[in-house]
């Protein structure tokens, strides 16, 4: 009987342990977000955009590691394009990253770039994966400028010709001049399009705030907390509201007190100046 007592205790320790690691792993998995794999098909560029929020302290610090990760990639497969910080007038912080990788090496940073959120306290709010057709763009754009190139051949060779009028030559000239416009913006196009294939744009978006990775609370926790954070909120409103209407309050106040002390007395005797 003592033994299977010591074998029961055992097992629901086991239980214990093993629910406690289920809720671990469930925790960790909604604060660093849906870990889904997209590949680049040939002649698809993708762009992507990560929401994270951290507590203030620690959204310097990991914007400077991203850019710092960004960095050890070498400028071959990461650059920094552009980086942003604003503290608010409320005391919340704003920030952001954006970034120009490889598409190779694009998916695999914004995984680092989770992961690293995570260990400063903070975690994913927003992910954000755009497609668009730009092999289509080139290629249409190389067709574009085949039969462009081709009209202009046949020009040339009309305008080779010694029997053109003034007037028919004129035109021929107007159109080659024409076609060379249409041409560079096809090429111009061809261009953009092409380094959209071989770049891969990256934005991350930092917020400040109060980060509550128990995500899997249930209704009546949940509610309890929204309903806590509504009150702080309220009473801090409420404060803010005081404190900006306790100087013209206080000044009103002394108006009043001059006005009943000094000035009424003053209008009185000036108006009846026997009844001093």
């Known amino acids: 009987m003592r033994k299977l007592f010591i074998v029961a205790l055992l097992f629901v320790a086991a239980c214990g342990q093993k629910s406690e690691e289920a809720s671990r792993t469930s925790a960790e998995e909604a604060v660093s977000g849906p870990n889904v794999g997209v590949s680049s098909a040939p002649g698809l560029s993708l762009t992507y955009r990560y929401g994270f929020l951290l507590p203030p302290e ?57 992961n690293l959120t995570t ?4 975690m994913l709010t927003s992910s954000r994966i755009e497609s668009e057709e730009t092999g289509q763009a080139v290629a249409s754009s190389q067709a574009e400028q085949k039969s462009l190139a081709a ?96 100087p013209w309050l206080l000044t009103g106040a002394l108006v009043i007190v001059l006005w009943r002390k000094y000035f009424r007395r003053w209008l009185f005797s000036e108006s009846h100046p026997g009844r001093e």
């Open 58 to 114: 620690r959204v310097a610090t990991a914007q400077e590691d991203h850019a710092a990760r960004c960095e050890a990639l070498g400028s071959n497969l990461c650059r920094i394009s552009a980086m942003s910080y604003e503290v608010g007038r409320d005391r919340t912080i704003s920030a952001s990253l954006q970034l120009k990788l490889a598409p190779q090496a694009a998916r695999q940073f914004g995984r680092e770039a989770i």
């Open 119 to 122: 260990k400063h306290g903070g």
């Open 151 to 246: 009209d202009r051949a046949r020009i040339e060779n009309q305008l080779k010709r010694t029997d053109l009028g003034s007037a028919e030559r004129q035109e021929l000239q107007a159109q080659m001049s024409t076609l060379g416009s249409d041409i560079r913006d096809a090429q111009t196009v061809q261009r953009d399009a092409s380094l959209k294939l071989t770049t891969t744009p990256m934005t991350l978006d930092y917020a400040s705030g109060n980060v509550d990775q128990s995500l899997s609370d249930g209704p009546i926790i949940g509610a309890i907390k929204d309903g806590w954070t509504n009150i702080v909120s309220g009473i801090s409103v409420i404060i803010m509201i005081a404190i900006t209407l306790l």
